[in-house]
């Protein structure tokens, strides 16, 4: 009697301890697979929430977000190096991407979805991916437009070198290359342009022109399509946006205009790295990529993902030779003499 007792406490205390295993092995520290991801997110809320819901849906992962602007939301990953929230940073230009990536702040990872990629959307050293393409144009309010700038003798500008001429001046506007991403890679799309002496005189000719810089390139895109200002710079994307809700104004993309590569990184030390490669390899998927592209009016990556509608195809815009290294390398001193030169002197 007495052995068979000890035989069953000993029965119960094995399966005790077969129970407290199974419950640490059911805590995400212990091993077991995650159901979460946290992401920091320079999209729109719309876009985002697209994508929250259909990534629960395909993968069974709750994506929880923070919004804000690609320069906030790197510095928010810079300031929580040492102590991650997030998993994953998602949109915003690639040259937002590349300062976090020399501070050791990303994962390196190769997802298996990039390899017919063009190489330029591929990060070399393997810390961000490219999934997305922005390109840089006009937003012009179509009634204002037509009614006061038409009748002395405008037609709509074709290149950025039209901007300059004097019956634009203050009404137009554009934003702060110290403060917006969009901003910047005007400026720097100007420098490839014409050169760095014809550049710096471009910009200080084109300050005659601005009513005043916009902290962000999409804050330009409102004040015209309410006629408060009858052209602005802005992404196209966004402007487009505006052009589906029904405000009356065009959409222009001069010539030798610039992009950006919409970047995607795996934040290094996020505590759920297995679900954030997982969304890097989701969002290079034919079926997502089209789903963003109709969402956000963005050019995708994937070749087998159509253009936007009711904009022209990619091979019809005519991209500046946007060199992305470079245009990294000189941004400090760039801003810093954008800011010194134009923006204090006005």
Known sequence: MKKS????CLLLSMIMLAGVLVACGNNTAGGTKSTKLVVYAALNEDEMNAFV????????????????????????????????????????????????????????????????????????????????????????????????????????????????????????????????????????CQLFRLGDDAAWDYFAALDKNVHHYYKGAGDC????????????????????????????????????TAYEIGGVAI???????????????????QEIGQMNTTNSNRYSVLESVASPEGLPKLEEVNLVDYDRARAGEMKP??????DADIVSKR
């Open 5 to 8: 007792v000890k035989l069953i």
């Open 221 to 256: 895109i409102s004040p015209v399509a309410t006629g408060e200002f009858i052209v602005g710079m802005s992404w196209v994307h966004d402007i487009y946006k505006q052009v589906k809700a029904g405000y009356p104004i065009d959409v222009v993309i001069p010539e030798q």
């Open 53 to 188: 819901s259909k990534f629960k849906e395909d993968t069974g992962i709750e994506i929880e977000y923070v919004l804000g602007g690609a320069g906030d939301m790197s510095t928010r990953v810079q300031a929580e190096k040492d102590s991650p929230n997030a998993d994953v940073l998602v949109g915003g230009s690639v040259d937002v991407y590349e300062p976090l990536a020399k501070d050791g702040l990303f994962e390196k990872y190769d997802s298996p979805n990039n390899d017919a990629l063009d190489a330029r959307f591929n990060d070399p050293n393997g810390f961000w991916q490219g999934w997305y393409m922005g390109v840089l144009g006009l937003v012009i309010n179509r009634d204002r437009f037509e009614a006061e700038l038409k009748p002395l003798g405008l037609e709509y500008p074709k290149t950025w070198d039209d901007l300059l001429d004097e019956r634009y001046k203050n009404v137009f506007v554009t934003s702060n290359p110290v403060t917006a991403g969009g901003g910047y890679i005007f400026t720097a």
């Open 333 to 338: 001193d760039v801003v810093a003499k954008f």
């Open 267 to 285: 934040v290094k030390g996020g505590k759920n790295k297995e679900n954030a490669e997982i969304f890097v390899d989701w969002l290079l998927t």
